[in-house]
């Protein structure tokens, strides 16, 4: 399929409100990140303690997905978004207002509930609207103008706290959810058509979940995309310990350094949506994995050295999470292939297992004793690597299936 039909099966104005609905999720998570060493001063406890908000917006994520996915398939894309977006609203105002981590940690999970719809009803949206090829050139789309967000998120956090306390942090994300708020009411248009609805019970929905589980060439790339993915947390999770504990950079220096990994992904998921045309999927699946593991093992290794210079942590990190623009939308995009009606639902338990993943990482990465760099490298090496695996399987898998 040509870049044109692509390009009129969606226009460009859709893709950026969607995006806009997706960014929601890395604004929440990488906007705070550079004061969470002051946050962890005004609360009194150390910077992992308060860094722990990151897998409880996680923990908020995996689980809302998978309510807002059946309830889509049954109710439509647009009242869900209404919802959603109205109580991560509240959500950030108990985020302004609380007094210590664990009240945080509270209206963070709550906030994480409301924000997730964003990216559940964009999936399915794209799911609706478009074929597998036209699907694959969305998604990378909207890698890109999301790729922004993490890029953006630090800094704008970073100037926020020059001049406002961290609670300023959060009246912005108020207002970013109210925005998305109006721009849904005025610019998103219902794309599940009544009669393509599926009217599910709650058993029904269990044993669909089961269904979609047991498809194999759903379950071999959506873990294939969620362990790969599960590098970009592992990272976001051990980033304000690793620069501003262990290297020292303050928090305007941390926004920028964050930045650049983010731009790494968006680099390479357009090169990802040059290449849609002019590779098969997977090999551009393969491609992305094996850059995540040198990534990873650089990482790795410059945590073993005892004062491993910035540049080599930066090197490594930056292949690790760039990788992603390759593995993320082309494990997507074969995942979803043979969903159909069940792509809401399927959705879903893509997203709940990346963030699985995501809180996995988070969590384990309190138990390991070493350097924070130490600790980023062995989680990020463990999670590429059984990734890499799984994307071999999956490949042989979907051959087989082409053959037969």
């Known amino acids: 399929m040509s870049e044109q039909t692509a390009q009129r099966q969606y226009s460009i104005g859709w893709i950026m409100l969607l995006a806009l609905l997706t960014a929601l999720g890395p604004l929440s998570i990488d906007m705070y990140l550079p004061a969470l060493p002051q ?30 996915g059946p309830l889509s398939d049954r109710i439509g894309r647009k009242k869900p978004l209404y919802f959603g977006l109205a109580l991560y609203a509240v959500a950030s105002l108990f985020c302004v207002l609380a007094t ?13 509930l409301g924000g997730c719809v964003g990216v559940v009803m964009a999936r399915a949206a794209i799911r609706d609207r478009l074929d597998v090829q036209g699907s694959a050139q969305a998604f990378s789309s909207m890698m890109i103008v999301m790729g922004l967000a993490p890029i953006l998120a630090p800094m704008i956090g970073a100037w926020i706290l020059i001049w406002f306390p961290w609670q300023a942090i959060f009246i912005a994300l108020l207002i970013v959810g109210a925005i998305c708020w109006l721009c849904v009411h005025f610019f998103f248009k219902e794309t599940l058509a009544v009669d393509k609805r ?77 290449l849609t045309t002019r590779v098969e999927i997977t ?99 463990l999670f590429t690597l059984s990734g890499f695996i799984v994307v071999l399987k999956a490949i042989r898998q979907a051959k087989s299936q082409s053959l037969s």
């Open 198 to 274: 599926l009217k599910l019970s709650l058993y029904q929905v269990a044993t669909l979940y089961g269904a979609i589980f047991k498809d194999a060439s759903f379950r071999l790339p959506m873990f294939a995309g969620c362990l790969t993915g599960a590098a970009l947390f592992c990272y976001i999770s051990s980033a304000p310990a690793v620069f501003m504990d262990q290297y020292g950079l303050n928090q305007q220096e941390f926004a920028y350094v964050f930045g650049l990994n983010a731009f790494g992904i968006m680099l390479m998921s357009s090169l990802n949506k040059h």
């Open 39 to 68: 946050m962890a001063h005004d609360f009194g406890v150390s910077t992992q303690m308060v860094a722990n908000t990151l897998p409880a917006y996680f923990f908020g994520l995996a689980i809302g997905q998978l309510v807002y």
């Open 100 to 112: 210590n981590e664990w009240s945080l940690i509270a209206a963070r999970i709550l906030q994480a």
């Open 283 to 381: 090999k551009r699946l393969k491609a992305g994995s094996m850059v995540q593991v040198t990534g990873a093992s650089i990482v790795l290794i410059a945590g073993l050295i005892s004062a491993a210079p910035l540049w080599l942590v930066m090197l490594g990190l930056f292949l690790a999470i760039s990788g992603i623009g390759l593995t993320g939308p082309n494990a997507m995009a074969l995942a979803m292939s043979k969903q159909g009606a069940r792509a809401g639902t399927a959705s879903a338990i893509m997203g709940s297992m990346q963030f699985a993943c995501g809180l996995l990482g988070g969590v384990l990465l309190n138990f390991l004793i070493w350097s924070a760099s130490l600790n980023m490298g062995v989680m990020m090496v």
